[in-house]
């Protein structure tokens, strides 16, 4: 799914992975800034327009309504977790654990990224009104897309005899749980990470290691 044409709201709550123009992008990394530096009603088509330098009219085009727009901004935010494509990833065993260990590397700069930090704790705030769009879209663009997609990869291994485990999704929070680990929690608490847990890479290699142990074929 493209959001190259005008969506609905309701289309942008799906979990399908989308993909944006190298313009598009641009523009939603000015949206992600005006989001996080100042909360939800920031995020205006004026605004929006104004910083990025582009027309409201290429925004409509693009994104739809402000809905649309807020969606897309999420969605693009959960796009930064990169997957590889199976038959890539799938070749070899090698070649496979190399792959699960740039997708944890990656989740974790997503997760424990300042702008991913902000648009949670943003979405924390608003917890008690009704009609939490953000919430709902972290949920489903940002969390949902990115575990589905997950799951596939360690069904793919799967697959290929190189994991063995019963339920991709309990696997897959296994997984979850080692590399991000309490750090996620702290940093929406205000604590800083250690600098230990600041060597993402090494971060992940741990987190894959002790996965394996417990799921490698």
Request: proline fraction near 2%; include cysteine; charge should be neutral.
């Amino acid at each position: 799914m493209s959001f190259a044409a005008s969506v609905e709201f309701s289309d942008a709550t799906s979990s399908t992975p989308v993909t944006f123009t190298p313009r598009q992008e641009a523009v939603l990394e000015h949206a992600l800034t005006l989001l996080v530096e100042g909360g939800e009603k920031a995020l205006t088509t004026a605004g929006l327009a104004r910083t990025a330098n582009c027309s409201k009219e290429s925004l409509y085009k693009w994104f739809g309504d402000r809905d649309g727009l807020l969606a897309a901004v999420v969605a693009y935010q959960a796009s930064k977790v990169r997957f590889p494509s199976e038959a890539g990833a799938t070749s070899d065993a090698e070649t496979y654990r190399t792959h699960v260990n740039a997708f944890v590397e990656a989740l974790l700069e997503v997760l424990f990224g300042e702008t991913s930090v902000a648009l949670n704790r943003l979405s924390i705030g608003q917890s008690n009104r009704e009609g939490n769009r953000l919430g709902q879209l972290l949920l489903v663009r940002g969390k949902h897309m990115i575990s589905t997609r997950a799951r596939s990869l360690l069904e793919a291994g799967r697959h290929k005899n190189f994991l063995r485990f019963d339920d991709a999704n309990t696997a897959y929070q296994v997984l979850y749980g080692l590399a991000v680990r309490d750090v996620h929690i702290r940093l929406l608490l205000g604590d800083a990470a250690t600098p230990a847990e600041q060597d993402l890479k090494s971060q992940a290699q741990t987190a894959v290691e002790q996965f394996y142990q417990l799921y490698g074929a």
